[in-house]
């Protein structure tokens, strides 16, 4: 679905190196996140805004570690009911926030980009250009990572029905 560009990028390496190492973010890779996991998705969402904001001369130093940060939380929505899937899709941003400050320093761009990826479902408003262009390229990776998921199951949903109908014709 994606190349790795990202990890022979050395500056947005350096950058984002110790937060890769964190043994607490690494267990994002276990959860499901787009039908894929929550630490890939985190690192696209990191990576194309890095790309984005530095073509524009823009703060893509915080934009690559707020962008990789800002799903850094451990709800599985395939482990909970209807309800509370909605609270975590408004509320999440504050658990990325917690977690992230437990094991990282902040500024203040960064946690707005952390708290507000998720405008206008969790009505925290963007103060900063670099958090809506996270919130943008967010939005932008999780519909590629939807139709990637889709395209996949329609695919074996496609194979299988070949299969049958030459089956059926022989």
Request: glycine fraction near 2%; hydrophobic fraction near 40%.
């Amino acid at each position: 679905m994606d190349n790795d560009n990202k990890y022979y990028d050395l500056e947005y390496m350096c950058l984002v190196r110790d937060i890769l190492e964190n043994e607490e973010f690494n267990k994002t890779k276990n959860i499901t996140h787009h039908g894929l996991n929550r630490f890939d998705h985190c690192v696209r969402v990191s990576y194309y805004s890095y790309k984005v904001t530095k073509f524009f001369k823009l703060g893509y130093k915080d934009v690559a570690r707020a962008g990789l940060l800002h799903d850094f939380f451990f709800v599985d929505n395939n482990d909970i009911d209807t309800t509370k899937r909605i609270d975590v899709l408004v509320n999440h941003p504050k658990y990325a926030l917690i977690n992230s400050k437990k094991h990282f320093e902040l500024n203040d761009r960064e946690e707005d980009i952390i708290t507000s990826h998720m405008f206008p479902v969790a009505f925290k408003v963007p103060k900063y250009i670099e958090s809506w262009i996270v919130d943008i390229v967010d939005n932008a990776v999780a519909i590629s990572e939807a139709l990637y998921i889709t395209r996949k199951h329609l695919s074996v949903a496609v194979n299988f029905l070949v299969l049958i109908v030459l089956n059926y014709w022989r």
